[in-house]
């Protein structure tokens, strides 16, 4: 699926569509620039999924949980993780293959550790085609991202 939106509500529109397919167990992957608008989305599929708390990135803390929704959503930033290790050390399989929708900011640098099987969002900017104007790119994958 391809999707084209011209605002952050937009893009969490997106999110929020995304969010109806999703079940315990899914993981999705995002990739896209530094702006692109990979929180917007995942604010979209929190509030797709009935979560109320405001959801930001995760970028210090590696990992935010949100427990009220219909599925939990656990939402990971890796931007700055240095090591693999320290998804080891927060037992990050409990999260990927838990009961609940795992979305992973930047999963490129946590590539070899997805699960067979993910959603792979890729949210592309087209200058020329406006600031705001974003290309959201949803398929499923098996492998690596």
Known sequence: MVYETNSAKET????IQVSRQAQPGSVYALAGDLGA????????MA????ITQAVCSPTFTLIQIYEEGRIPLYHFDVYR??????????GYEDYFYGNGVTVIEWA???EELLPPA????????????GFDFRRITIEERKGSV
């Open 81 to 90: 993780i240095t090591d693999i290790e320290e998804m080891y050390e927060i």
């Open 12 to 15: 969490a529109q997106v999110g």
């Open 108 to 110: 490129k640098l946590v």
């Open 37 to 44: 608008g990979k929180t917007a989305f995942t604010q979209g």
């Open 118 to 129: 993910y959603i792979q969002v890729t949210i592309e900017k087209d200058l020329e085609k």
């Open 47 to 50: 509030q797709g999924l009935g």
